[in-house]
């Protein structure tokens, strides 16, 4: 076995109990093709030098990793979806395969991190579904969290893609299409309807149970022996700072999730779980990611009011223990993070001090200009990154083109004063292209065509390098 000593496997979930998941056996694919490997992050958690074959008999067999699960667990919860609650969810076509520690020195060492997983078979909750994932479904996740990760999102991350050898049928893509194997790695998959089923089935104990392990595990550095009151509060406190900082930075990237159902909301607040997501071409506030989002409920515009309510009905689960005027004190800050956080990822983006009271004020205004004035998206922050370091020379020429309007014209004027940030590095080969790394629908679709007509992977794993190229800018 190539498994590195340095792995840790965790099997922390077991202590929860089977009224949290049920024991399920993974889907026996016809064939096992791997497309895709992540091997930084395999690297980093003491698994890069697991052979092709060994990695396969991991990630689509599903033989458990040592010192982790015995067997794979699908996660009950349930969930608003589009706002109504669906008391019917729970892992369909996933579960929780494996748990390690993340012991990479920095500031996140000792992190509990999960493998779960996306098209693995059936489940209890699979709602008569197949329990399957399109290949082009696992192509979308990849590109997301490559390109989120390169861009300072909280995000999981995409560790394996191995086609399955199925034909599937769908509705919303042409069928019959090809089939694969998701592996995501996450830090923690205990969502909001996690506790939305507990409150609904009035298991009050079990919230309790839940909580306790959440800070343990999640929030180490709150008290989790103190009473049930105190720890809702605190942990509250902690999922707003958590959930107003991932949508601030969604924003700042410009990025549209799609489907931001109370399920999809996990408490650490990690961006994940991706089916149908855009990047802004322009900024709009009223561009959507979803076909069937008609009336533009999770618009772009309306991503930090729904990640809000989301967390309200988190604190809804509470309310038997813990009166609503002190819920609302706590959830009161959102608005305030959201903002701080927006100023500092825009700021981060700009490469420009974070400190500097004309950045903030620079950051609060940016995204209106950048709508009215409708350049490219992108293109802008391509331009303008590396704040006083001169880049902006060629962002300020760059107006003429764009026919920019007088506000943000203003704007960038005004970045030209700002101090620079001590991590701007206007001198990246990555500013050294004619333009930037984008990520837009139809360089999605063409990457799925090559592989799609073709069967040519190469684009993929070119673009891949691409992103990973442009990290933190």
């Not at 030098?49 to 599903?62: C, N, Y």
């Not at 008609?294 to 309510?309: H, V």
Request: charge should be negative.
């Amino acid at each position: 076995m190539s498994i590195s000593d340095s792995f840790k496997g965790e099997k922390s979930h077991l202590a929860l109990g089977e009224a949290f998941f049920a024991p399920v056996k993974p889907a026996n694919f016809p064939a096992a093709t791997l497309r895709f490997r992540n091997d930084p992050w395999a690297a980093r958690l003491g698994l890069g030098d697991l052979t092709d074959e060994e990695w396969i008999a991991h990630f689509a067999r599903f033989e458990p990793l040592p010192g982790s699960l015995e067997e794979p667990l699908a996660l009950a919860y349930h969930g608003h979806q589009f706002r109504s609650y669906n008391p019917e969810l729970g892992d369909g076509r996933g579960f929780l395969f494996a748990q390690m520690r993340d012991l990479e020195a920095n500031e996140q060492s000792g992190r509990l991190l999960d493998l779960g997983t996306k098209g693995s078979g059936q489940t209890p909750w699979s709602r008569g579904g197949d329990g399957r994932l399109t290949l082009k479904g696992g192509v979308r996740e990849i590109l997301a969290t490559e390109m989120l990760e390169a861009l300072g999102v909280n995000t999981s991350k995409t560790l394996s893609i191995i086609e399955t050898g199925e034909d599937l049928m769908r509705g919303d893509e042409p069928s019959p299409t090809r089939s694969a194997v998701m592996v995501r790695l996450s830090h923690s998959h205990i969502r909001i309807g996690s506790f939305q089923r507990l409150a609904a089935l009035e298991q009050k104990d079990d919230i309790e149970k839940l909580l306790r392990y959440s800070l343990e595990h999640y929030y180490p550095e709150l008290n989790s022996t103190l009473p049930v009151a105190n720890i809702i509060l605190n942990f509250l406190e902690q999922v707003v700072q958590k959930t107003a900082a991932t949508v601030a930075n969604w924003m700042a990237a410009g990025f549209v999730h799609g489907v931001l159902n109370t399920d999809n909301i996990n408490i650490t607040g990690e961006s994940f779980d991706y089916g149908p997501w855009r990047f802004l071409p322009i900024a709009d506030p009223g561009f959507t990611a979803a076909y069937f989002d008609q009336t533009g409920l999770y618009a772009y515009g309306r991503q930090p009011e729904t990640i809000f309510w989301n967390v309200c009905r988190l604190a809804e689960c509470f309310t038997s223990i813990v009166g609503a005027a002190d819920l609302e004190t706590v959830l009161q800050p959102f608005e305030h993070a959201y903002r701080a956080s927006l100023g500092k990822a825009l700021s981060r983006r700009l490469g420009i001090s974070n400190i500097d009271g004309a950045a903030m004020d620079i950051a609060s205004t940016l995204l209106p200009a950048l709508t009215e004035a409708q350049v490219p998206f992108e293109g802008f922050f391509f331009d303008h990154h590396g704040g006083s370091q001169g880049r902006l020379t060629r962002g300020l020429e760059a107006q003429a083109d764009y026919s920019t309007p007088a506000n943000l014209a203003r704007l960038s004027a005004k970045i030209l004063e700002c101090a620079p940030s001590p991590t701007a590095n206007p001198a990246h080969e990555y500013f050294e292209g004619n333009q930037p790394s984008t990520l837009l629908i139809e360089e999605v679709e063409a990457l799925w065509d090559a592989i799609d007509k073709s069967d040519d992977w190469q684009p993929l794993y070119h673009k891949v390098e691409e992103i990973r190229g442009r990290n933190g800018l």
